[in-house]
């Protein structure tokens, strides 16, 4: 029986988390009464709750120029909406992880009673990997300054999933690779629903990753088997739809250069995403999804999607090394059945 009193907090940034989230409180039968959300990337919050992109984006800028009282106009800000979504009641907060000065200020909030880890992705499966920081002496010394300045809870060189912490409560996770090790793990793998299928349109999606921003790998190489990948998926689909990954500020352009030779080769348009648009609350079982190296892909597959994985394919991206370096998890080519 859940405690009438106790309200339960998510913080989401992604389609996944809040899946994971709303899994793990209908299973414990949390009253929707009891569930509120706070969202970034303009991911539509689960039950009632609010997106705080500006917030927190204010909350990084202010952290980073030492202005403490932009900082502290944020904080409190932040701790007036937390309270407000809660009812004013102690919280337990549900987050991917602990690397953003949101998630530190929420579950510093005198009211946080406790926080539980929710998959997000690849980082989940490797989180010990993830524990000490890489940062530099100078700029660790540099962040030290910027927590004291500020007046942040933040601390940068915090581990990202902090399971010392006398508020740390357990983690929650759909994969058997998620959180392995960490202690009090939920599974809510076998309570997520099917994906639809007997729809009358078949749509394939396309979801970029950032392996040609971060990885060395030439965007043209990318897009020679990004667009090989469409060209053989193609028929019988209703429509092509492709979706870059935020952080790639060229997306038009790269947009553009691949839709030509789709157009050129098929006669097809491609249908350009907004950020904001969800695949997994679209993706049907009657549609396909192609990828590269994207942890929708991987989930997409553990739901029963019909995906193809054109990563074999792009020039300078060694799976096997990606796999090795648990940048991937050990069963990628088996999931996406490579």
């Known amino acids: 029986m859940s405690d009438p009193q106790l309200h339960h907090l998510c913080l989401t940034h992604s389609p996944l988390v809040t899946l994971v989230f709303q899994t793990a409180m209908d299973q414990q039968g949390i009253p929707a ?17 609010i997106c705080l ?16 009282a932009g900082y502290q106009q944020r904080k409190k800000a932040l701790r007036e909406k937390v309270s407000e979504l809660t009812n004013h009641q102690p919280f337990i907060a549900y987050l991917p992880h602990l690397r953003k000065p949101l998630y530190q200020e929420v579950i510093s909030h005198p009211a946080c009673v406790g926080y539980q880890f929710v998959e997000e992705g690849f980082s989940s499966m490797a989180w010990k990997n993830w524990q000490k ?22 601390q ?6 902090d399971t010392d912490d006398a508020k740390f409560s357990g983690a929650i996770r759909l994969s058997s690779h998620a959180f392995a090790g960490m202690p009090k793990v939920t599974d809510v793998a076998a309570a997520i629903p099917p994906l639809k299928t007997g729809s009358t349109e078949k749509h394939l999606y396309a979801i970029l ?8 790998i030439r965007w ?7 667009v090989d990948a469409i060209l053989e998926a193609a ?19 790269h947009f553009q250069s691949a839709e030509s030779r789709i157009t050129a080769a098929i006669g097809k348009k491609l249908i350009l995403l907004d950020r904001d648009f969800s695949v997994e609350e679209n993706l049907t079982g009657d549609d396909c999804l192609l990828f590269a190296v994207t942890s929708l892909g991987y989930y997409s597959a553990l739901f029963g999607a019909r995906v193809k994985c054109f990563a074999p394919a792009v020039q300078g991206l060694n799976l096997d090394r990606w796999i090795e370096d648990c940048l991937l998890p050990d069963d990628f080519r088996a999931v996406v059945k490579l």
């Open 33 to 49: 009464t009891n569930i509120s959300s706070i969202s970034r990337r303009s991911v539509r919050p689960a039950g009632r709750g």
């Open 133 to 154: 920081s890489e940062t530099r002496l100078g700029k660790r010394l540099q962040n030290k300054l910027r927590t004291l300045i500020s007046g942040a809870a933040y």
């Open 220 to 226: 043209a190489d990318y897009e020679a088997a990004l």
């Open 53 to 68: 992109d500006d917030l927190s984006d204010g909350l990084e800028a202010c952290f980073k120029a030492m202005n403490r």
């Open 209 to 216: 990753d950032t392996s040609y921003l971060h990885r060395k």
């Open 235 to 253: 028929e019988g689909m209703t429509s092509i739809r492709i979706k870059f990954h935020f952080a790639d500020s060229a997306a038009p352009c």
């Open 156 to 161: 940068s060189e915090r581990a990202m999933f």
